[in-house]
C-alpha cells in the first residue's frame, strides 16, 4: 500500500518531535493561543537568548509522540485533565530546567495572560497545572548553583581563615606573656 504525501508529512513531523524529546533533557507544552505577531517575536527573542528551542507543533502530534514514548503516565494524565487543547508549543532545554517555565511565568503574568502552562517533562516526572511550573521556577540554573557553591566555599574559608588567624592572635598573646 502506497502512502500518501500528507500521510509522510505527518510521519515526519512525528519523528522530528521524537527526535527532539530524545535529544534534550526536558521538554516544556505551553498554550499559545491568541499571541500576535509582536508577542510571539518576543516571545520567541527571550527564548532564543535563553537557549530554549521552540516549536509550535498539533496537539494530536504531540500526543501520539508522548504516548508512543510513554513518558510519565501522559496518557493517563491527559484522559483525566485535557492537558492538550488549544494550540501548543513545544520548549525544549539541556540544563536549566526551570528556564522555560520562568519565561512562561512572566509572559503570563507581565503581558499576556491566555499563556497557558499545558505540561513539562523533566527528569523522568511529567509536571502539570500552576503547582508544577511553580516548582519548576523554582529550580536553579546552572550557573545559581555554581552561585550558592562559590559562597558557601567562601563563606567557609573566610571563617576558616579568622579562627587561624584568631588563633594566632592567642599564640601571640600566650609568647608575650612568657
Known amino acids: 500500500m502506497v502512502k500518501s504525501s500528507a500521510r509522510l508529512r505527518k510521519e ?9 524529546v530524545n535529544s534534550y533533557d526536558c521538554f516544556y507544552v505551553i498554550g499559545v493561543e491568541g499571541l500576535n505577531v509582536e508577542k510571539n517575536i518576543d516571545f520567541r527573542r527571550i527564548c532564543r537568548k535563553s537557549d530554549v528551542a ?3 507543533v498539533k496537539n494530536t502530534f504531540i500526543s501520539m509522540v508522548l504516548k508512543e514514548l510513554n ?24 540544563e536549566s530546567y526551570g528556564t522555560p517555565g520562568r519565561i512562561v511565568k512572566k509572559f503570563k503574568g507581565d503581558s499576556f495572560e491566555k499563556m497557558s502552562f499545558k505540561l513539562a517533562y ?15 521556577c523554582s529550580i536553579k540554573t546552572l550557573g545559581e548553583t555554581l552561585e ?5 566555599i567562601s563563606s567557609c574559608s573566610s571563617k ?17 606573656k612568657k
Open 12 to 20: 515526519a513531523i512525528i519523528e522530528d518531535i521524537k527526535k527532539s
Open 54 to 56: 521552540v516549536k509550535v
Open 71 to 94: 513518558l510519565g503516565n501522559f496518557a493517563e494524565k491527559n484522559k483525566d485533565n485535557g492537558l492538550l487543547r488549544g494550540i501548543s508549543a513545544m520548549l525544549f532545554i539541556n
Open 122 to 136: 523533566v527528569a523522568g516526572e511529567l509536571y502539570t497545572g500552576d503547582e508544577g511550573l511553580k516548582y519548576l
Open 148 to 152: 550558592d557553591i562559590v559562597s558557601a
Open 160 to 176: 576558616v581563615v579568622n579562627t587561624l588567624l584568631s588563633c594566632g592572635n592567642v599564640v601571640n598573646a600566650i609568647k608575650s
